[in-house]
Each structure stands twice: as structure tokens, then as C-alpha cells.
């Protein structure tokens, strides 16, 4: 089992910026697609963006043009670069990542890191 660990929530101002990080636990992992989920109260886990092997992105409409999403293949680490939060993008944020091992293809969830947006 691959534990990711999130660090870099916090509570800032609308228009600010923010980064996330999230790394793999082990090194000698051969990691697939990355990626961030959000959850706000009441609401369902969706997708924010994703980065798969090959350094190919996708994004949620809400956030295309504000957030930007890297991988340092070295580090196993998946970052997500927000700027000009809006206090919609207050959420829970959860790193997601798919993994190999042997055949098998695996998948994890950190345990979620705070973003709060408000004046």
C-alpha cells in the first residue's frame, strides 16, 4: 500500500495563491496518473486535475487558467499551483494517485488537506 501525504492547505484571501504537495511514500514505485480531488460540505468528491505519466493535464472548467498541476517524477511528488482562489475552491483538497505493482494496478488517496478562501 502506497500512502500519499498532502501538505500546503491553509486559509487565505480571495485573489491569492496557494500551493499543494503530495508525495508517494515509497521510491521504488512505478506511479501512473496523479492527481487532485476537492470536497466541499454537503457536496461530492470531483476532480480539480489530473497529470498522467507522460506529463499530459486535464482540469476541471473551474479552474482552467487559475490552477496548473506538476509532477516531479524524481521526488514521486504531484503539486498543484492555485492562484487567484475564489472562496468556491474552498474545499477539502485530496491527492489521488494510480500505482503498478506486478500486473495490478492500484490505487490511493491522501488524507486530505484544508483550503479555506475568505476575506
Known amino acids: 500500500q502506497v500512502q500519499l501525504v498532502e501538505s500546503g492547505g491553509g486559509s487565505v484571501q480571495p485573489g491569492t495563491s496557494l500551493r499543494l504537495s503530495c508525495t508517494a511514500s515509497?521510491?521504488?514505485?512505478?506511479?501512473?496518473?496523479m492527481g487532485w480531488y476537492r470536497q466541499g460540505p454537503g457536496n461530492k468528491r470531483d476532480l480539480v486535475a489530473t497529470?498522467?505519466?507522460?506529463?499530459?493535464?486535464n482540469y476541471a472548467d473551474s479552474v482552467k487558467g487559475r490552477f496548473a498541476i506538476s509532477r516531479d517524477y524524481a521526488k514521486n511528488t504531484v503539486y498543484l499551483q492555485m492562484t487567484n482562489l475564489k472562496p468556491e475552491d474552498a474545499a477539502v483538497y485530496y491527492c489521488?494517485?494510480?500505482?503498478?505493482?506486478?500486473?495490478?494496478?492500484?490505487?490511493?488517496w491522501g488524507q486530505g488537506t484544508q483550503v479555506t478562501v475568505s476575506s
Open positions: 497529470i498522467t505519466i507522460g506529463g499530459v493535464t
Open positions: 489521488y494517485a494510480d500505482y503498478w505493482s506486478g500486473l495490478n494496478l492500484y490505487d490511493s
Open positions: 515509497k521510491s521504488q514505485i512505478s506511479l501512473n496518473l
